[in-house]
């Protein structure tokens, strides 16, 4: 079982680096700590983050931050092998080969500047992936205390089933938000609400802010109806509403504001009301539920 709890909102990385707001050391370490004020105490990365140099970046910062470790959790994830001036791939492709694993696992760990990962992740299934190699990797990993627990991203139901008969799969980051919510259909949170497995949801809010469509146009004009009954702004009611789920779900943010991250944080302690969460999902979906 998992030592460290999460937080309820993570902190993810992608975007700290070379791959968006290219944050400089100091910047980095004031992040992190505004983060921490505000309880968000679990950093998501993956290997690949700003072509395999986001990870450095940040654990640079970490080292200088006089930030105890034990007050953080650590999460990254292995296994694409990424196109970049840092690695000579010929094409995008998975490596889950016991010996790759391991190696990648040691990476990251001297990347992030610590003795151990909190989470280690597998980014997404390969056709390829042996469950007998990735068991062989994970348990020496964590008999050697680098890894504290093992998860998957982007993994369907059989998929993890396929792992976990081997090796205990304590958590599935996948992409869930109200408009990209099919987890809710297919099988893959129900899974999860069974198997007591954690899950947390990239991109959490969707192409609500990003599109200017039919769907998101609605998805506004709802949510422009709950602000002033729940007190709260439409970012925060678009976690709200992921939060809902009896899966208890664990919403990864990608921002670097630091006025974001307060208002997500906030979003935990609002409870939607059950036709207020049909509400907003009717809206997304443009018709009522069957």
Do not use: C, Y
């Given at each position: 079982m998992i030592q460290k709890p999460f937080s309820k909102i993570i902190a993810g990385t992608m975007t700290w680096g070379t791959w968006g707001k290219q944050?400089?050391?100091k910047e980095m370490i004031t992040l992190l700590n505004h983060c921490l004020s505000q309880g968000v105490t679990s950093f998501d990365h993956a290997d690949i983050y700003g072509g395999y140099t986001t990870e450095t970046a940040f654990g640079n910062a970490f080292a200088e931050s006089s930030i105890n470790r034990e007050k953080i959790q650590l999460i990254t994830k292995c296994g694409i092998q990424y196109q970049s001036e840092n690695r000579n791939n010929e094409v995008k492709h998975y490596n889950y080969s016991k010996d790759y694993i391991i190696w990648s696992a040691e990476e990251s760990l001297k990347n992030l500047k610590t003795d151990y990962l909190d989470l280690l992740l597998l980014h997404r299934p390969s056709p390829l992936m042996h469950p007998d190699e990735i068991t062989e990797?994970?348990?020496?990993?964590?008999?050697q205390?680098?890894?504290?627990?093992?998860?998957?991203?982007?993994?369907?139901?059989?998929?993890?089933d396929l792992i976990s008969k081997y090796t205990e799969v304590s958590v599935n980051q996948i992409e869930f938000s109200l408009t990209q919510h099919?987890?809710?259909?297919?099988?893959?949170?129900?899974?999860?609400?069974?198997?007591?497995?954690?899950?947390?949801?990239?991109?959490?809010l969707g192409s609500v802010?990003?599109?200017?469509?039919e769907q998101t146009r609605r998805i506004h004009k709802q949510l422009g109806l709950l602000l002033e009954k729940y007190d709260a702004t439409e970012d925060q009611l678009?976690?709200?509403?992921?939060?809902?789920?009896?899966?208890?779900?664990?919403?990864?943010?990608?921002?670097?504001n630091e006025k974001r991250i307060e208002n997500a944080v906030k979003?935990?302690?609002?409870?939607?009301?059950?036709e207020d969460w049909f509400k907003i999902l009717v809206a997304s979906q443009g018709h009522k539920v069957p």
């Open positions: 944050l400089s050391k990797a994970i348990t020496i990993l964590k008999a205390g680098k890894v504290k627990a093992f998860g998957v991203s982007n993994f369907t139901p059989s998929q993890v099919q987890a809710m259909h297919n099988g893959t949170l129900d899974q999860m609400l069974l198997e007591r497995i954690i899950p947390m949801s990239w991109s959490p802010f990003r599109e200017d469509t678009l976690l709200a509403w992921v939060l809902k789920h009896p899966a208890k779900i664990h919403p990864v943010i990608g921002t670097t979003a935990i302690n609002i409870d939607l009301q059950l």
